[in-house]
């Protein structure tokens, strides 16, 4: 049976300036699903949203965006605004379990409301053509609170429901709860997809092997620490190219002069690549020792330094 790898969305990394990059340097990955579209009390989309989506860089890979939202008037002024740029599908994001998110009644807080997801759904699905896909994690507090929501979405015809097999409360600590999401598919009408701790190939089979009624596989904090995953994962190998470290180095600097353009001062860029190494640090030889040079470097001349030495030290694997 085919699968496809599908990019989750991390907000603050996985944008447009990262997606091309990937895609372009290491590829593996079928479509890429956009960070989400927040507002903030206007109906207004904020200009970086706008350029994230903008149709006129995204011409070279599959892009879906993704609000976050407790409001069927956000919801639907969304998918206007999606729909004037050409997308035809809007993934709903009931999977962020972040506390300030939460709090709000959203994201991984909205799956156990379900009387508010069954009024934005019918009035997207009543209102509108678009179609709708969902992003969930198991619940908040428990597991429980996807299965009761499945009785409200098999009232509609989404495309898929898309779940981390985690809950809101864990945030990213603990493992995930394969389980529990084999009682989603043991339950489910829609198509699900699966999303969770897929870091390496061997994870990746492991679930396959699991989960072989499962053809859509996402791909979240794996991909970041490791853009090379969704290709190697492709081609069936554990074996890095004899470049490894010279495609991720033009990888890097590719993604840095293009952060640095967008962004103004030394500061922001420390910190937008403090965070990335953050994750990129995780496929090193020593992920502490790697990531405490990034935040000792404290201007653009030593970052760059400690990036030469850390992309040496790796190709002498020291």
Known sequence: MSYQLLSSPLQGFTDYIFRNAQQHFFGGIDTYYAPYIRYNKKMVIKGSYQRDLNPEINTSLEVIPQVMTASADEFLHTIKYIQSLGYTELNWNLGCPYPMVTKSGMGSGLICNTEKIDHILDRAHTETNVTISMKMRLGYENSNEILDAFAVLDKYPLKNVAIHARLGKQLYKGGVDLDAFQKCIDVAKHTLYY??????????KALRERFPSITHFMIGRGLIADPFLPSMIKADTTVYPANRWDIFKEFHDTIY???????????????KMQGFWEFFSKSTHNPQKVFKAIKKAGNPYKYRNAVEEIIAAQKNNR
Do not use: E, R
């Open 195 to 204: 999303n969770g701790d897929i870091t390496t190939v061997a994870a990746f």
């Open 257 to 271: 002069s293009q952060y640095d353009a967008k962004l103004s001062g030394p500061t922001p860029i420390k910190m």
